[in-house]
């Protein structure tokens, strides 16, 4: 007996599709920037859209990017987890740097809606020293600001994507950026040497990463 099938249930690939693939470069540069590896970012990517797509039925509605980078975070944390269990690290990564504290962020240190100085440098084209910064964070403060200062994510949308409250949010990106702009300093202050070639999350010129 063949049942029947909705349009909705017809079209649910291809409406996925049209809704999700916009938000690609964003999730693949968010695996990225955690798993600091081209070809782990893109397994990650993979992983999430499949699992976005089975998933896909339950979305109401909601803001795709948030919804959709919050499995990509997931996804990319498991991996990290099991990259930790193959090198015997024992502590988990989240953990290691997550403060008890971080719910309540400090009177002056609350982020402010003008332009970060992150965002400044950014701007002002110092995007090789800053990413040798970034790289040299932990996971936990890349995300916070690839989210915010990279795909320039509100704060109620960086609190669905990470699962945290919004006064966390603010709390741990204080402290990211406070983290951020030590290391950018102490790169600056480097002898020049030659450096080997980083990996940066690539950007096609027609906007898309090919997802198998």
Partial sequence: MIRPTSEA???????FEQQALPHLDAAYSLAFWLMRNR???EDV???????????????????????????VRNVAWRALAA??????????????????????????????DEPSAETRLIEAGDKALLSRA?????????????LRELEEMSYAEISTVLGVPQGTV???????RAELR??????AQEPTRQEPPRQEPPRQENGKHAVC
């Fill in 9 to 15: 249930t017809l079209h649910g690939p291809k409406r």
């Fill in 39 to 41: 070809a782990d970012a």
């Fill in 45 to 71: 990517v993979q992983d999430a859209f499949i699992r976005a797509l089975r998933g896909f039925d339950g979305f109401r509605g909601e803001a795709m990017r948030p919804w959709l980078l919050a499995i």
């Fill in 83 to 112: 990259r930790r269990r193959a090198t015997n690290n024992v502590i988990p990564i989240e953990a290691a740097y997550t403060w008890a504290d971080e719910d309540e962020p400090g009177a002056m240190n609350i982020p402010s």
């Fill in 134 to 146: 970034l790289d040299n964070l932990t996971p936990l403060f890349r995300e916070i600001l690839v």
């Fill in 182 to 187: 030590l290391r950018y300093k102490d790169l």
């Fill in 170 to 176: 603010m709390s741990r990106l204080s402290r990211a």
